[in-house]
């Protein structure tokens, strides 16, 4: 063999060895991203998990505060309805008993 033969030879090798070194190092980036990405959609998944939950704990506070503050009002409403009641059975009361001391003072004369 020539010594142009063996220094081809050898050239070809020294390729043949870079493009295996190249091809691991793709691999192991390539391994390396897809494992970054499992990680970020682990994280994405827990995420949106986490903000569901946050989310239906802050329904569930706004429903019961809303319903505090609706069965305060409803209470309010009913002791002025109450109030009011009063009020008028008192009128009609003493409205009444005008009326009949009218009637018995209108007998009498």
């Known amino acids: 063999m ?8 050898s050239s070809l090798k020294k390729i043949k060895e870079v493009e295996e070194g190249v091809e691991k190092e793709i ?5 390396e991203a897809d494992n970054k990405i499992s990680q970020l959609d682990a994280d ?3 995420a ?4 569901k939950v946050e989310g239906e704990k802050l ?3 706004s429903i019961e505060e809303a319903r505090k503050k609706a069965t305060a009002e409803t209470e309010i409403v009913i002791q002025d309805a109450k109030s009011k009641a009063e009020n008028i059975s008192s009128q009609i009361t003493t409205q009444k008993t005008q009326e009949i001391i009218d009637i018995l003072l209108k007998g009498m004369e």
């Open 2 to 9: 020539s010594a142009s033969q063996e220094q081809y030879i």
């Open 27 to 31: 691999e192991n980036h390539r391994k």
């Open 44 to 46: 994405l998944k827990k």
């Open 48 to 51: 949106i998990a986490d903000a």
């Open 59 to 61: 329904v569930d506070s």
